[in-house]
């Protein structure tokens, strides 16, 4: 994480992975580049929000993506996170 170059426009991360969430590495990343746009993916159904919450939170600012999911959503995704402003 330290080597993070200004090349990067976007963190996209699986919310639920082994070792670190995505929401934790988020964090991270945020720590060393605040503005950088964030998307997550979750594979977790929709229809069951107390399962989503008991296994890793998704910030309800962030964009989020459900797996699977076809390359419009994706395209449309990534556009909305790399438009979104900078968090304060």
Not at 32 to 43: D, F, H, Q
Not at 48 to 77: G, H, N
């Amino acid at each position: 994480l330290h080597h993070l170059g200004d090349s990067m426009d976007l963190l996209f991360s699986d919310v639920a992975m082994p070792g670190m969430s995505g929401p934790e590495l988020m964090a991270e990343v945020r720590r060393l580049r605040p503005s950088l746009a964030v998307l997550l993916m979750s594979g977790l159904p929709p229809a069951d929000p107390e399962t989503a919450e008991q296994k890793d939170p998704s910030p309800p600012e962030i964009p989020l993506v459900q797996k699977p999911f076809q390359m419009e959503e994706l395209l449309r995704a990534v556009r909305t996170a790399l438009d979104r402003p900078p968090p304060d």
